[in-house]
């Protein structure tokens, strides 16, 4: 039996699920994975650690300001004993597809085309985990038969949102995407591939090989039965394609290398763009199972290239060392700020395109100061996925000091503190040991940025994956006891987050406040002022640092201040609450139904960070 509470219970669309979740639920506590040889579904990538020097060609073988008053009051954020974590990860989860997923047009129609690729890759992990919670769920008989009911209500779970997934693949706008930023062409390469890794594992947890346990069969996932598998070249060869396409931002001409943002603006070499580089290159290196595939899927392609997209091998070294390369740009680059958090990125001083333009210095020497959460979280999936591939203990070592400092930036070290004022400063990425992104408290928030909490969470889930014990005993025990240690505040958070949610299970954006806060106090909060351009949550500025030559006269006589694609008039963006909600017959505000309110991007973020409290808990 599932407890309900008033405002904030689980209630999920069918009594199958309340009796399938309880089952799951006992076995969860009693099932604990083992660490050996794990990524972050609890599988090894290449069968061990790898590697740079012994890597042998392989084929295709298909994973601010003060607050005047109390944000979130500590009694707030105890564990709900009647909500076990995996309980209300796969509530949220629900919510999320029958709330915002179609089924028709195979994506979640408010979502914008590189968010939607952000929600398919949110889904994919989460059915990793949840598929990692049971032993068996098909028979290991002669015939892999279905053993019982609850088994097959449990695989009938997991193929309901798989199939979604299938229908996206379907629905992603990938010929648009084709001709985006080069970020948002790898957010798709990063889907694809954690599309991968789940048919992957969910193979190799629950379906028994059609070849003989031999010593190739037991890590070939292609001897799987699942009709799945079926798929994995398709998600291989989007995955193959959209890296070839992005690959082309790599420029040595400014600032000695780096990814461009995007090709239809002033060069601007950022933090997101580098770091999804990183991550997708050595996602590429470690679970792209190949593609000979030669549909070239974009008119972008050269003439030379017409013919098809050439085809690629898995484990190519060229993906570890595109990787490896671009880390090392990133870490030369002075792309990090006095608290140690990344900044945005930089502009290049002087710089005037075109036929008669000029490169001005070359360098990388006009800073945007401003922080996001996410460019803080993208780095870490990649540098655990180079401490896969190579070893070297660094990656490790960079990973845990980011995470530690992004810790810290949340107030994590003034959440005992008496004076309120001190408990609730901004400190960078939030306050009282809650992650927050800088919009969230005026409820001015962009789709980009209510999209950006979740990503910070789904690449820290990765990065805290048990190593592959044996692998390197010293690096074994500085990653496990860290990572044991993040554990506090990896609940304050999911807590905080689960306080968001409303009547119908929605999560809200701004985890730092308890939905239910008078009127009156609306008045008090305060948002952190940041330094930087903001145009993440309120677009490009048209001025010559952001625009490239041609577009001068279009924008002549527009202030540096002038934004392009402003709401100027929207009052679904204004910060002001949309309506008054009651509550035990009082009239109060939902702060976080103030301007976009809840939306698939604020549920991925809930579901994330519930993710990330799910797998610390099996694993830690």
Request: charged share 20%; net charge negative.
């Amino acid at each position: 039996m599932i407890l309900r509470r008033k405002t904030h219970g689980i209630t999920l669309h069918s009594l199958l699920y309340v009796q399938l979740l309880t089952h799951i639920a006992l076995q969860s506590v009693a099932f604990r994975p083992s660490t050996a040889g794990n990524d972050e579904n609890g599988e090894t990538a290449l069968g061990g650690t790898h590697r740079a020097d012994d890597q042998a060609p392989l084929n295709i073988d298909y994973d601010s300001p003060a607050v005047p008053y109390p944000i979130v009051e500590d009694e707030m954020l105890d564990t709900h004993q009647n909500e076990t974590t995996f309980l209300v990860l796969i509530d949220a989860l629900e919510k999320m597809q029958s709330h915002y997923f179609a089924i028709w047009p195979g994506t979640w129609p408010s979502a914008i085309d590189w968010t939607a690729a952000v929600m398919g890759t949110q889904v994919s992990a989460t059915l990793s985990a949840i598929t990692s919670s049971a032993k068996v769920i098909v028979g290991t008989g002669d015939n892999g038969a279905i053993t019982n009911g609850e088994s097959k209500s449990y695989e009938n779970m997991i193929n309901q949102y798989f199939t979604q997934i299938i229908s996206f693949y379907h629905g992603e706008n990938a010929f648009s995407l084709r001709t985006q930023a080069y970020d948002d062409m790898l957010w798709v390469v990063l889907g694809w591939l954690e599309g991968v890794k789940f048919i992957r594992l969910h193979s190799r947890l629950h379906y028994a090989p059609i070849a003989p346990l031999d010593s190739r069969a037991a890590e070939d996932v292609n001897t799987s039965v699942w009709y799945a598998q079926q798929f994995m070249p398709q998600f291989a060869h989007r995955a193959h394609v959209f890296y070839d396409l992005a690959s082309r931002g790599w420029d040595t001409s400014l600032c000695g290398g780096g990814m461009v943002w995007n090709p239809y603006l002033a060069p601007y070499k950022n933090a997101i763009t580098n770091q999804l580089f990183i991550a997708a290159s050595v996602a590429m290196y470690l679970y792209f199972p190949g593609d000979d595939d030669p549909s070239p899927f974009s008119s972008g392609l050269p003439t030379a290239e017409q013919d098809g997209v050439p085809p690629a091998k898995a484990h190519d070294m060229r993906y570890l060392d595109n990787a490896i390369r671009a880390y090392d740009w990133l870490q030369k680059s002075n792309m990090t700020n006095g608290q140690g958090l990344y900044i945005d990125g930089f502009h290049i001083r002087g710089w005037r395109g075109g036929p008669n333009g000029s490169h001005g210095t070359g360098h990388c020497d006009l800073r945007d100061e401003k922080v996001y959460t996410y460019n803080q979280g993208v780095i870490l999936s990649g540098t655990r996925g180079l401490w896969d591939s190579t070893g070297l203990l660094r990656y490790l070592q960079d990973g845990h000091e980011l995470i530690r400092k992004v810790i810290k930036a949340t107030g994590w070290d003034n959440r005992d503190d008496p004076d309120p004022w001190v408990r609730y400063r901004w400190a960078g990425l939030g306050r009282n040991g809650i992650m927050e992104e800088e919009c969230d408290a005026s409820g001015s928030c962009s789709q980009n940025a209510q999209t950006f909490k979740g990503i910070w969470w789904y690449h820290f889930t990765i990065f805290c994956a048990p190593l592959e014990i044996g692998s390197n005993d010293e690096a074994e025990v500085l990653h496990r006891m860290s990572c044991k240690g993040y554990g506090e505040w990896v609940r304050r958070n999911a807590d905080a987050a689960k306080w968001t949610r409303n009547e119908n299970g929605e999560y809200g954006t701004w985890w730092g406040k308890h939905p239910w806060q008078r009127q009156q106090q609306h008045s008090e909060v305060r948002s952190p002022t940041g330094e930087g351009t903001d145009y993440r949550n309120i677009g490009v500025p048209q001025n010559e640092i952001w625009r490239l030559p041609d577009d001068d006269e279009r924008f002549k006589g527009c202030s540096d201040t002038k934004i392009a694609g402003i709401w100027e008039n929207d009052k679904a963006r204004s910060g002001i609450p949309r309506a008054p909600h009651t509550k035990d017959g009082a009239s109060q505000w939902d702060l976080n139904d103030r301007g976009r309110g809840r939306t698939v991007e604020t549920q991925s973020g809930g579901l994330a960070v519930l993710r990330a409290l799910y797998k610390w808990e099996k694993w830690y």
